[in-house]
């Protein structure tokens, strides 16, 4: 590619994905709400409100494929959540459709699904659970997704991501752990399959824990190579074993199943 | 109950269920952005945009029960869907969750569904496929309407409408209509039932060509009367057989998966 | 037939089965442990402890087809259910492997999948669920039947019976209810097919509420023609409507899920 | 339409479709390998052996729509199965692809599935066993009618017949049978509809014994309005009942199970 | 843990079992029917009849785990398998109520889905078939810890072990095959996972060879290491290979699908 | 074994197993339309053309297996097809259930399913979509396989073969390829496992791009060692990305679907 968007590149995942997509592209575009000082030399700095539609036109414009890591990460007021996650992402669906439609890498969330058990299994193909403002949030955006690739042969794989951190550090996330490693393998494979469809993807690493079937989207070739085993034993160690019926262990959106509505 | 609130009432639906549903409540409580002139007198009237929070709080405000017809019901501009069907819904379930969630009928549409052939049968389990911005509303409602079930206990059924009309006027829609009579029987049943859940149904009488299968809310104890079968000979007769790929006789949801996004 | 075996035939179904099905053979061998007064010309009378094997085996002798509603059928404690339902049982299939192996209706229960949600719709393939120490009897029954079905080729259908009473009488019952007279042809069904294999079948008659996919066994004939329609009104009218979350509204089972375990 | 084909038309089911699909074309071109006598004046005759290419080009030269119910019906030698239904049905498809691609209903058969047992339950989608080498004819044909409608557009319904006959006479035919105004229904709907697709369809009247579960085509709004219900009685009292382990009572396809290979 | 409990401990695994599960607690309590000479200083030993309701309710007090391997382990008579894993089973249940349900991990057995072809694949969801009265009693087994888990929340793992053996030794045993530290590895988990729940695990290492998917508890985190292969070719030169329709060849249960009903 | 037959052993495929299967059999006999030179010691040679019956029953006579690797391996006309691979098949099964039934590795094809969609994951139960004449002639002789077990016990292993070759050499064989020594592998399997019975098995090796799920064959414990992973770089180096709509990318059988009708 000549230019890889990245938004939310100054968040934790924008950041990690920094160095390890720059070899997807000539220059990387990052754009973030806040402003990201210091730009490597293969990078350019573009800030960008999502919810100001001639910003996402302007951020869009010139790109090759999308990384989109913007937008609200947590819950939220019903407001910010409507701004930055359903206006912003139509602004960035309808950018992407006037730009001739390059690739695009959409960061959903487990919370999509979040008021499943744990002890359930699910595929791509599960009806949406969300456990929060913003798990509905994400799950407008894959209908979105859905959408804009049926009318219009808008391309976007929709990530459902666990927890993309740097190790994992609760007993939730010995299921739910995304390496960073792991995270970027993806995004290679969604920008270099000939055809990506639009499929529903699960972020997770390949930990021993896992409540999520990837089966349908084993032609992508997307192996994650790393996993939670190596902290399991510290992790049981040094946190106390919640009760059965403790929503973090009961749900797999864990805490965001108690969250209520914010006020703004 | 003793009261039941209609909103959307004065569109076509809402008019049929005004003489349909007066026996399952004292007062009809009939809500729309447009005037509704002469109330009967079991009948009260409120003038409202669900996109003014406050209007929907005092909307809602003493209802034992809703059928919530408003919003916009066909492809629109984002800002009008976005106001109506998202900002409005919203106000409409934070409206309930403040009055002691009565049990609430959402009027979704099979345009949540649009992209699937008319050759595929579907079930409440099938992943959305919407066909417009419009289908993407209904898709973020019933994630909503999910959401507030499982975290606040909020019951909804969400219809997926077919086509609601006086009688079936083409070939789409003798697999598609859904009887005045037989919408009415269903909202009986989603106000009578002890245990409502939050089950997502597909709203279409006992015609012979069908597309959905309503195993799941068998326990409702809803069945159709209704047949488009009175009227099929008459729409072969005068309509001319699409061919086998134009959008009307591939797709479930029609026409919509032609509509352009529509500019405000 | 020549001889057909009814067990518990003083019990309520039992005594309606009585004359419903006389016409299947020559002789009904009416057998219970209390004892059954004023037998028709065409009935002979047996007492029977089922923990008894050796009169199981007498009880069994020279008949060719077993309905088998004897034993405990409500929860009790665990003393009585493991005399009538899991020795008892086994006696009777015993004595049906030493007799020419007669096809068998075993009455088995809803509530070996009482745990289920009334929300949800079951085929003979879902997982038992028991819900009290009466289901698990059950469940055992049903494991029973398969191994000498397997193993010895003892054909027995195996009929979840949900509430077979003269007619529905609450609100649970609009679903589960079975009539005698749609019991009847079922057990016409079982003794009149060639091949009987070892089916389960949910035993309720045609009513608009249900729960259960009778699918798998479309292949007997059996079409319930009876419905809990006509009295849905009146059941309404004078039965409160439960809250969504009591067991009777929730569990398929109903009260059955809020028994204790019963001593002795 | 203005022409419509029927092969195998001096057969019995080809006989009995003669008036039933009489109203469906102007003409009704009516093939055979026999001769067929007393054409009626909206009828036209053609004598034509499958296996001989050109006169299938010229047999389906100009017609609309084709009932193709020609070639061996029954377990014959390969070399016989071969001419007729192999080769005789690619020149078909052949000549459909050099004519405009008419709509083809093709006369499969239950013994392309006749190895399942009676008491499985069969959907469009389960794999094929077939008993005979008939049997396997009718999986070529399928075969073929699913490459030629992916390939090339060419619509083609694919009926696995049960027992097309006056009346059923068996025991095993209180499932299969198929009355003819029931078959000729559901041509009508496959000419009728604006998609016809490439379906599997089961071929059986509304009997309460069945086999075969036609969700996948519901979208045709074919409801057979016959049963076997009336002769049940007649034949239970008057035909053996086989063992349960007798192959008319064990597997799907009765005794064409144990047809030998025949020689020619 | 504090005390870990594991019956059955004078048997083949629960011999391998007491150095595996050593760490998972200050104290293993050892309890058998038979007499166990020489216990390490972190084990005490408890003779115990599982019939003896008393004694099993001793056993159990104090106890904050369960490893129930106790019971009979092949074939017997009815009243054999009664007394030990019907009446047995039962009371375990019963003190472990009574003693603030201390988590069970079950040894349920192969043998409850004995009946199934070697050729096909199973999940927990697969209805059970039995090869006999040890595989009923399992049945009896499993459903007993549902019940008792959605009654009263005691949760229980129900283990289907294969041959859990030093090594394999026979053909049937390249899938079946469960080395002592697999299964020790998954009794860790089975104590360590936050919520339990009351699964079905089939007990088999990761042997190329597998009749079982585990997918629905891949939530525990077990990872098995261990595989027949390493022993395949010793086994497939030194034992012939069985006809394909002999017992051990064409059922997951092998021989057990051919013992008789033992006499006491 | 005895004596081995490979058939179309002059071929790629054929030429590769020679050396690799020499093991299974004191002697490999060779058979093919083309002439072999050059046969080693355990080697004999056979020249055979398949629609010969007389050739083909000698060529059988005296093997213990056959890996039937002949016939027209390409989209040919539909004569050269028929007497290759639909003549051809019939006159091996025929020889071999004239000859104790040897069993059989019958090559079969990707081209059986080859209109399925690249972002699709078949299992053996997918329904066949045939890509060209010669994809329905593996149908053909899958549904042969079928019928000659369920009749005749005849044992048959249906290998969809996807790109059997030295290397992967193009996007679409990241995903298809199956390794010489995989699909040998996967022959001694075959031959090795007591009960065989009749599968469908998918030939590729372990790809991180894979379209096609075999856990229904899981018993027969092989497990694919090779991966195309070590060629992808290389690839996507060296070939153009095709568009998402490029028939290469967008179905299982890559150009095969874009095969015109062969002349003869």
Redesign the interface.
């Given at each position: 590619m000549k230019r890889l968007l990245i938004t939310g590149a100054a968040g934790g995942i924008g950041t990690a994905m920094r160095s390890r997509l720059a070899h997807l592209a000539e220059t990387l575009r990052l754009a973030d709400i806040a402003p990201i000082p210091d730009p490597a030399p293969n990078e350019e700095v573009v800030q960008c409100d999502l919810a100001d539609r001639d910003a996402v036109f302007d951020m869009v414009a010139g790109c090759d494929g999308i990384v989109h890591l913007g937008g609200v990460p947590v819950e939220r007021s019903?407001n910010q959540i409507?701004n930055a996650n359903?206006?912003g992402l139509?602004n960035l669906f309808?950018a992407a459709?006037a730009h001739d439609r390059p690739r695009i890498l959409f960061a959903s969330s487990n919370h999509a699904i979040g008021?499943y058990?744990?002890?359930e299994?699910l595929t791509?193909?599960s009806?949406?659970?969300?456990?929060?403002?913003y798990?509905?949030s994400k799950?407008?955006g894959e209908?979105?997704a859905?959408?804009y690739f049926?009318?219009f042969?808008q391309?976007t794989a929709s990530v459902r991501i666990g927890s993309c951190e740097t190790r994992p550090t609760d007993?939730r996330m010995?299921?739910t752990w995304l390496s960073h490693d792991d995270f970027a393998a993806l995004a290679e494979r969604v920008f270099?399959v000939?055809?990506?469809?639009c499929?529903i993807i699960y972020g997770a690493s390949a930990?021993?824990?896992?409540?999520w079937?990837n089966?349908?989207v084993?032609?992508?070739?997307?192996?994650p190579r790393d996993s939670s085993a190596k902290w399991?034993a510290e992790i049981?160690a040094t946190t106390p074993?919640?009760?059965?019926?403790?929503p973090?262990?009961?749900f797999q959106g864990g805490i965001f199943?108690q969250e209520p509505?914010h006020e703004d």
């Open positions: 019903f409507l359903i206006i139509f309808e459709r008021y058990r744990q002890t299994r791509a193909a009806p949406t659970k969300p456990d929060s403002l798990g509905v799950v407008f209908a979105l859905s959408m049926h009318k042969g391309e007993r010995l299921a270099a000939p055809r990506l469809g499929p930990n021993d824990e896992n409540w079937d089966g349908s084993s032609y992508l070739g997307w192996r399991r049981e074993r919640p009760a059965p019926d403790d973090v262990a009961l199943t509505i």
